[in-house]
């Protein structure tokens, strides 16, 4: 019996769909990955709205704003480009893009997700509605860069449901990029989070090594080659370049030293930006740097008005009390206080609530209090999705 290709994608997608239902949790992060990968090496210079070099350097600039956390001037450039390009998906795309960093995390209770939605769904019905064969590659890209955000959402905010309906429906779009991948100069970050996260992930989490026959092998030092390059060279991705390296040689890696001269340089280049601020200070503490990590936390403190990074800066206080400082009592009262305070963040907030009751937990052991040590401790194992990183060294 021959099968035809429509048949062989047909049967593809009955077993990711048979995957994501019988599948944990962790697999939506499996889905989201690939997802993102799209979105974030989506090159923008492809797109009819970027074809020339005026359009162009005002998406750059828009980006590096909302990436540093400067609205005002991104709200300023965003306009010039709906007035350029007034009804073109990539507009919606930005709009959406300066939504989630202005409400940053993103809760779905949070009343900037139904705009949030509607535009990065807009962006994906109007590159739907292409039948230009000479602009399918620049609306496919921007559909898949909707579908990567709305994808990343979801699987913050815990809707299952919401990314297995996403997730399965953005596959063949995601087939359909690769036709299109020389029309990506930044194609080496795509190549590089595909290569990395293909193989990096069975192995990390082995539950997912039926799922991954189902997608092409990649190759994990060429992964990271790749990023590398992206981040050296990329025209639009080098701060998510090196966002991708800090976090895959933070968390994945355990490589601290590598992955400090990417959390430094991305420092740099967004200084504001909270995200950024949280990976940095964690590296420092992670290698033992308190006195950096400290300035760093004290300035965070004095500038920032968002709740989320102040509630893991008083995690990182509570490090510093127990680590540097050793003042056990007063390390509690800041890992309580930061539990507390990460409790309406859900999702957003584990990974920290985790660090957290690790350091209770080692100060209960201290303490020789055999039973509240091994409480807080499970509690931790259970939060933290990356089980080395707790700072007991």
């Known amino acids: 019996m021959i099968i035809t290709e429509p048949e062989m994608e047909k049967e593809t997608l009955i077993n990711i769909n048979r995957y994501l239902f019988i599948m944990p949790r962790r697999f939506n992060k499996f889905m989201v990955c690939i997802g993102l990968s799209v979105l974030l090496s989506t090159n923008l210079t492809t797109a009819q709205i970027f074809q020339d070099s005026t359009s162009l350097n005002l998406a750059k600039r828009d980006v590096d704003c909302i990436y540093n956390m400067q609205f005002n001037d991104a709200d300023q450039l965003y306009a010039k480009i709906v007035k350029l390009y007034p009804g073109h998906p990539v507009v919606f795309l930005l709009r959406g893009l300066s939504t989630y960093w202005k ?19 807009r962006c994906i019905r109007l590159s739907e509605k292409n039948t230009n064969a000479a602009y399918e590659s ?17 699987d913050d905010n815990n809707l299952t449901l919401n990314v297995i309906s996403l997730a399965t429906g953005t596959y063949k779009y995601l087939r359909r990029s690769f036709r299109f991948a020389h029309a990506c100069t930044d194609l080496q970050y795509y190549t590089g989070v595909y290569n990395y996260y293909r193989e990096v992930y069975p192995t990390v989490y082995p539950v997912y090594k039926p799922l991954a026959l189902l997608f092409p092998a990649g190759n994990k030092e060429a992964g990271l080659k790749d990023l590398q390059s992206a981040a050296a060279d990329a025209v639009v991705l080098r701060g998510e ?33 909270v995200l950024v601020s949280a990976l940095y200070i964690k590296n420092l503490l992670l290698m033992k740097r308190y006195d950096e990590a400290e300035k760093l936390i004290l300035d965070s403190l004095k500038e920032t008005g968002n709740n989320y990074f102040r509630a893991q ?36 907030g584990k990974e920290y609530t985790a660090y957290a009751y690790f350091g209770l937990s080692r100060i209960s052991d201290t303490n020789r209090e055999k039973d509240k040590s091994k409480m807080f401790r499970e509690k931790a194992m259970k939060l933290g999705d990356f089980k080395k ?4 060294k």
Request: aromatic share 18%.
């Open 313 to 348: 800066l008083i995690i990182f206080k509570g490090l510093l009390q127990e680590k540097k400082y050793h003042n056990y009592n007063l390390a509690q009262q800041y890992y309580n206080s930061g539990i507390s305070k990460m409790a309406p963040f859900g999702q957003y």
């Open 389 to 392: 990183i707790n700072f007991d």
């Open 138 to 154: 620049e609306y496919l890209l921007a559909n898949l860069c909707a579908r990567g955000m709305l994808l990343k959402l979801y």
């Open 241 to 273: 370049s090196y966002m991708l390296l800090s976090w895959v040689y933070l968390n994945f890696e355990n490589k601290y030293q590598q992955a400090l001269h990417y959390c430094k340089t991305l420092h740099g280049i967004y200084p504001e930006n």
């Open 103 to 121: 409400n940053y995390p993103m809760l779905y209770s949070n009343p900037a997700r139904i705009s949030y939605e509607e535009d990065l769904r």
